[in-house]
């Protein structure tokens, strides 16, 4: 994936680039507001790393420009100040996630997956298969109306093998979405995760099966 | 209405200033309405004394007309003369007249200011006669004789000099009275007003006379009626001096918990340069990482608090609607990159649950709720449930998690109550949500459930909410 950093401390901007292309992105990286809305205009990406407080054009207004222009990519922003009136005025402008500094890097990496993963397939907030629905807003799955209890990784594996149903995921791309590359978990653990989520969805009208030697697909039954 | 507000502005700052212009204004105006009063009764009485004597002298002149060979004839007696000479000093001049007006004796160019039907009863009036203003009066005698017969009229006009004389002496006798008891009641007044505002005197000297760090209660000798003040005063410095102490000991401790990781990170990073394996350095980049971050988290929890201490009892409350806010907040709070993988289990009874408050300390209390059930609580549940009802809203978050033990539960919501080995976190987080839920009416209860979750129910008042939307 190409992601765009917009960041301009030296110090702060090299560690974000060099985590960000650790998992595996590509990734360009503007020093200031001027030229990251050039870079946006240029190129495609399909993730935003942004900067509130930046010298010239601000983080703010940068965003707004990118979401005048109609441009849906995923933005990601970093502050310093955690006051809430930040929260608000970025999520309305437009922004998907942000961070108040100082942040963790697993963290940072965590959420970009999370960005990445749920801007993938489908764009709806609600994601159907059978009687099973998954509100991506509230991160909810119910079957018939009735909530499933499912922890924050099953929620994630659902939402990538509903966001196109039927595809065939194999195990590292799965791997890839809910950890990251160099993760610890092993093809096993995953093993246990589908195990689990599908004794969870006896009677969801939903079946998640295994193509051997491919990977696995989510199907109505 | 403009125009006495700015009267009303003009009007002096200080009670005593107040008092002074008002009592100064009531004895002016008694005082003028006084000496009018005496004027018009001292008037009233000298008229009426020395129109007796008017009165008095023309009936004596008017008993002497007689008819003398058909004739009417007069020879006004001293009497009337000595009556009239009792106002001293006055001029007078009189006339009778048969009833055909014929001049009998007297004065001939004096008329009775409005000759009327000849009446009984003495006419009385003013007339300006001789170059001054007089009295007259005017009487009708009936004089029937076998000879004669008709009404023939005296008048009798009398300067004024006694008259206004008279009024003199009284407006000056009266003038003094009032003038002596209106000065007696105004210094009286005044002093008392003096006397009754010195006690505010006392309590700003004993104010004024202190030390800055001087917190004590006032000790002022004073009257029941200001005794509440000292004691609203000593009781407003009561709160100063605990929330002063209070700061103070919560400095001294966060000094502590920023130093000793400072210090931990500063001395782990000397040995950095030590280790001579690439393994250990590392495992001492690993600790590293770990000291840094349990930092932020001191640092995000010291701002949250000083932010949280700030907009209390600041910030007008308003409309908050927690279900949402409470999504928010789980979406924050929880990190992405927990290794643990814990189910969330956030199921509101209601759609919205509105309450009256500030949202964004509503926010930080419930951000530092979940971040301790997630961070170093919940092994693989977190629940959250809100549950509402008329007066209060509980939001009770639990966790299948190791929890504090029953016998911290009791101040569990102190700043760094804990003992620095059990926690990873600052310690903050239950002191800063029991200061918000105190601030919205309620409080903190620390606790376990039915199915031995670990539980804290952070309740607030939702009263105020239910009378903004009725």
């Known amino acids: 994936m190409r992601i765009l950093v917009v960041e301009d401390t030296r110090e702060l901007g090299e560690g974000i680039v060099e985590c960000l292309a650790g998992m595996g992105h590509a990734v360009d990286w503007a020093h200031d507001g001027e030229r990251g809305d050039e870079l946006l205009q240029a190129a495609d990406y399909q993730l935003v790393v942004l900067d509130l407080m930046l010298p010239g054009m601000s983080g703010m207004a940068l965003l707004k420009r990118l979401r005048e222009r109609r441009v849906e990519t995923p933005v990601l922003i970093l502050t310093a100040r955690s006051a809430i009136d930040d929260r608000i005025d970025t999520f309305d402008l437009g922004a998907d996630d942000y961070m108040v500094k100082p942040f963790d890097f697993r963290e940072l990496q965590a959420r970009v997956r999370a960005l990445l993963r749920r801007n993938s397939g489908d764009k709806t907030n609600e994601l159907r298969c059978g009687a099973l629905v998954f509100d991506r807003t509230t991160r909810v799955a119910r079957v018939n109306g009735r909530i499933v209890s499912l922890t924050r990784r ?68 | ?9 003009r009007l002096p700052k200080s009670i005593r200033g107040r008092l002074r212009l008002l009592l100064t204004a009531v004895f002016a105006v008694g005082g003028i309405v006084a000496m009018v009063a005496a004027w018009i009764f001292s008037t009233a009485a000298a008229t009426d004394a020395y129109d007796r004597l008017l009165i008095s002298a023309a009936a004596q002149i008017s008993e002497a007309i007689t008819v003398e060979h058909g004739r009417f004839s007069v020879l006004p007696p001293d009497s009337a003369f000595e009556t009239l000479a009792q106002s001293q000093g006055d001029r007078f001049f009189f006339v009778v007249r048969a009833p055909d007006g014929r001049l009998l004796t007297g004065h001939p160019g004096l008329n009775a200011p409005i000759p009327g039907i000849p009446e009984v009863a003495p006419s009385l009036g003013f007339i300006r006669f001789a170059g001054a203003e007089m009295r007259t009066v005017a009487i009708y005698r009936l004089i029937a004789s076998p000879t004669a017969k008709g009404w023939c009229s005296v008048v009798v006009a009398q300067s004024l000099d006694a008259r206004h004389r008279l009024v003199l002496r009284l407006m000056l006798k009266i003038g003094a009275i009032i003038l002596f008891v209106g000065a007696l009641g105004f210094a009286v007044s005044l002093s008392a007003v ?50 002063m102490t209070n700061l103070q000991t919560f400095a001294g401790l966060a000094a502590h918990q920023i130093r000793t990781p400072l210090a931990v990170i500063g001395a782990q990073t000397e040995l950095i340069l030590t280790d001579r394996t690439q393994g250990a350095r590392l495992a001492r980049v690993e600790r590293l990482r770990a000291h840094l971050s349990k930092l932020s988290r001191l640092t995000n929890q010291l701002l949250g608090q000083a932010m949280v201490s700030y907009r209390t009892d600041r910030i007008p409350h308003q409309l908050v609607e927690l279900v949402e806010l409470m999504r928010q907040v789980l979406r924050d709070a929880v990190p992405e990159s927990l290794d643990r993988d814990i189910a969330i289990d956030f199921a509101p009874s209601e759609d919205t649950v509105f309450v009256f408050g500030d949202s964004i300390i509503l926010r930080e209390a419930l951000l530092n709720l979940i971040s301790n059930a997630v961070t170093h609580g919940a092994r693989s549940h977190l629940r959250v449930r809100i549950d509402a009802d008329r007066e209060t809203v509980a939001i009770c978050v639990a966790d299948d998690g190791p929890g504090i033990p029953p016998d911290r539960w009791q101040d569990a919501c102190q700043p760094f109550s804990m003992p620095r080995e059990t926690r990873d976190g600052a310690g903050l987080g239950l002191s800063i949500a029991a200061h918000v839920a105190k601030a919205h009416g309620g409080s903190i209860a620390v606790g376990r459930t039915g199915s031995d979750l670990f539980q804290i129910t952070f309740s607030i008042a939702r009263k105020a909410a239910d009378e903004e939307s009725q």
Do not use: C, W
């Open chain 2, 194 to 243: 003096s006397l009754a505002l010195r006690p505010f005197d006392r309590i700003g000297q004993a104010i004024a006379a202190r030390r800055e760090q001087d917190l004590h209660p006032l000790e002022v000798d004073s009257p029941r009626e200001t005794q509440v003040l000292v004691e609203a005063i000593n009781s407003a410095l009561a709160r100063l001096n605990e929330r």
């Open chain 1, 154 to 221: 099953e929620l994630s594996l659902l939402e990538v093998l509903m966001a196109r149903p039927t595809m065939v995921f194999s195990k590292a791309q799965l791997l890839d979405q809910l950890f990251g590359f160099n993760a610890e978990p092993s093809e096993n653990s995953m093993e246990v995760l589908i195990f689990r989520l599908r004794k969870k969805l006896v009677g969801a009208g939903v079946e998640i099966t295994v193509q051997r030697g491919l990977g696995y697909q989510i199907v109505e039954t």
């Open chain 2, 1 to 9: 209405m403009r125009r006495l507000e700015t009267f009303a502005r």
